[in-house]
């Protein structure tokens, strides 16, 4: 007797497709399931076969799905779909469920069994406190096949890696990481933008288990882990999801929706329940077998647009003559309501570059249901005022505060992310003005005035030493840069950010109200001068912010102060340790009851030259960390 179909066991669970589509083995061979409605005929070839066609029937529920039971078939073997056109035409398929992939250049499914004895227990019923809105979020942005290699080139193991990065993060100081996407595509150079197995890590790193491992690693190092996901476009190689069954079955049919003119890709066709349901599925699927503990949704803009990257006459307006995509809409808040219902203490993250309203804000008040967004707008005016150079920024003042008119619209990350240093924009370090000592100076008081800005935190690896040279995929990082001491200062810098920004509530827990925030008056106004108060959860827990945006210090500057009394000089940025001229305060200023700007005290604070100090009403111990050591 033949075991029973996945099909009839959980055909009603259309948010759980990975338990039923898909290669599922049983101790005589494995069950086989696809969707091709339009096929006229579908069946299975493989290395258990002889790659020899055994065809699927039709389930005959009006579902368009094939079905079938093929003995012999076992964990590890490579397969494909042998499917018949409406027009007899046939083409192998690589199954869109498969939970692995061969190989690149190889392009055949793999049966796999996800079994994996999980360590994280402590992390996976702690995660809703880690996770909270008031918690400290500081982001690792990371490329597998780029972060570190072998010493021959060849990729280091999922496994490798998740040791290294445990090291790595720690040390830095960084809560989670997020990995660029890992899901299988063919081409490298699309850094996983252009998937063609939605169900199976890319076996560039090792296997399923392995990346299980990776996740497992991490959460034991209390570090969280973050995937970047893509369900806005897939690439068109006739192996994958394009036209599945001879058919737009994923894609829309006519290309003023189905094709991205800027990627060269094709985009889903969210008015289908099917594919709803896949993308679904999807997302459910990382974060129950892998343990993900958020996903970032990319090019949510592409999604939201019917006519993004497009010319007048290349798109088709919706129902009400607009160019709002109502079906991307539904599914983005579907999505979000899904997942959150099935996991409550993850993150659901927005990369969204408009100015679309709620897009962190619950659907039942209209929004689309992210947990947190991208502040693109911060990153775009941030990095174009400090690139200028430094005697221009007195007449861009409100590139740099901007930022804070619509800073608690959203819940907001501040991300410095991979896409500000490819395609010629240069590294950090490199965009900043001056001469050397000028440019590390400029880039810890970038860093210090982020970490100090209300919003979570995203940094792209290299940029907490300074790398040098643009990132590209094909080279890792450089290093050998943590010996020179200004790159180790850097380092030191972000790690005490780090620190702080972990210690003092006044930093994070408010990060998303708008009640912790206030500017704060100098005596003399200047311009390139940003004085801030964070506020924690009580009067007890307060951070004032000096950035000064120019080379020139400040000496005796009058600033407003909440109240009078000792103020504690947490972090100053150009100390020695970090690579500065040394220039501060001698640990803390006292403010009096002198007003200012309607504030009850003030204080006489030295501002250092493209310093950022951050004070604290309360003393904050052991926040200089153990500086980590360079990598080889």
Request: with cysteine.
């Amino acid at each position: 007797m033949r075991p029973e179909p996945p099909v009839q066991r959980r055909a009603s669970h259309h948010h759980r497709q990975f338990e039923v589509m898909g290669a599922h083995c049983t101790e005589k061979g494995a069950w086989f399931t696809v969707w091709a409605p339009n096929a006229r005929n579908v069946g299975v070839i493989g290395s258990f076969n002889h790659w020899n066609c055994q065809p699927l029937h039709r389930v005959e529920d009006g579902s368009g799905r094939w079905t079938g039971f093929l003995e012999g078939a076992r964990p590890g073997d490579c397969y494909k779909y042998r499917v018949q056109n409406p027009w007899g035409h046939w083409m192998d398929k690589a199954d869109p469920y498969a939970f692995r992939m061969e190989a690149a250049p190889g392009t055949a499914s793999q049966i796999w069994d996800l079994s994996h004895q999980w360590g994280d227990h402590e992390w996976m019923q702690t995660r809703w406190q880690r996770q909270s809105q008031q918690a400290p979020i500081s982001i690792y942005e990371v490329h597998l096949g780029s972060w570190q290699r072998e010493e021959d080139g060849r990729f280091l193991n999922y496994r490798d890696l998740a040791s290294r990065l445990a090291t790595h993060c720690h040390n830095m100081g960084f809560t989670h990481v997020e990995l660029m996407p890992i899901t299988e595509h063919p081409f490298y150079g699309s850094w996983g933008y252009q998937t063609t197995g939605y169900f199976a890590p890319t076996s560039r790193y090792g296997t399923p288990q392995d990346l299980m491992a990776f996740v497992d690693t991490l959460h034991q190092q209390g570090i969280g882990v973050f995937l970047d996901w893509v369900p806005s476009h897939f690439p068109a190689d006739p192996h994958a999801l394009a036209r599945f069954d001879g058919t737009a079955l994923y894609e829309h049919e006519d290309p003023r929706r189905g094709f991205h003119p800027e990627w060269n890709s094709l985009i889903f066709n969210y008015g289908r329940y099917e594919v709803r349901d896949f993308l679904i599925s999807n997302a459910l699927f990382w974060l129950e077998k892998y343990h993900f503990d958020g996903l970032r949704v990319d090019a949510v803009a592409s999604m939201l647009y019917l006519d993004y990257a497009r010319r007048h006459g290349e798109w088709i307006p919706n129902q009400h003559g607009g160019r709002e995509n109502h079906e991307a809409v539904r599914f983005l808040q579907d999505l979000n309501t899904t997942v959150y219902a099935h996991f409550p203490d993850v993150h659901m993250i927005a990369e969204e570059s408009t100015a679309w309203p709620a897009v962190s804000r619950p659907v039942d008040f209209g929004g689309l249901g992210f947990g947190m967004k991208w502040n693109m707008g911060w990153m775009n005016d941030t990095l174009r005022y400090t690139s200028r150079p430094h005697f221009y920024r007195h007449w861009h003042n409100d590139d740099i505060r901007f930022s804070l008119v619509y800073a608690f619209h959203e819940n907001f990350i501040l991300p410095l992310s991979h896409d500000e240093v490819v395609y010629g924009k240069g590294s950090m370090i490199g965009k900043q003005p001056g001469d050397e000592w000028q440019r590390f100076a400029g880039l810890r008081n970038l860093y210090g005035y982020m970490w100090a800005h209300p919003g979570k935190k995203l940094l792209f690896m290299g940029g907490e030493f300074g790398q040098v040279e643009e990132w590209h995929h094909e080279r890792t990082l450089d290093w050998h840069l943590w010996a020179r001491p200004y790159h180790a200062g850097l380092a030191r810098w972000v790690a005490d950010l780090n620190g702080a920004y972990r210690r003092l509530p006044a930093l994070h827990c408010n990060d998303f109200d708008a009640g912790g925030f206030s500017w704060l008056p100098c005596e003399r106004h200047e311009t390139t001068l940003l004085t801030f108060l964070r506020r924690g959860r009580s009067e007890e827990d307060m951070a004032v912010v000096i950035c000064n945006m120019t080379p020139e210090p400040r000496q005796a500057l009058r600033v407003a102060m909440p109240e009078p009394g000792t103020w504690h000089e947490i972090l100053n940025s150009d100390a020695a340790f970090y690579g500065g001229s040394g220039v501060g305060n001698l640990g803390r200023v006292t403010a009096t009851a002198h007003p200012v700007g309607g504030w009850p005290a003030s204080a006489l604070v030295t501002v250092p030259p493209l310093g950022t100090v951050i004070l604290s009403n309360r003393p904050l111990t052991n926040q200089i960390q153990e500086v980590p050591h360079a990598r080889e």
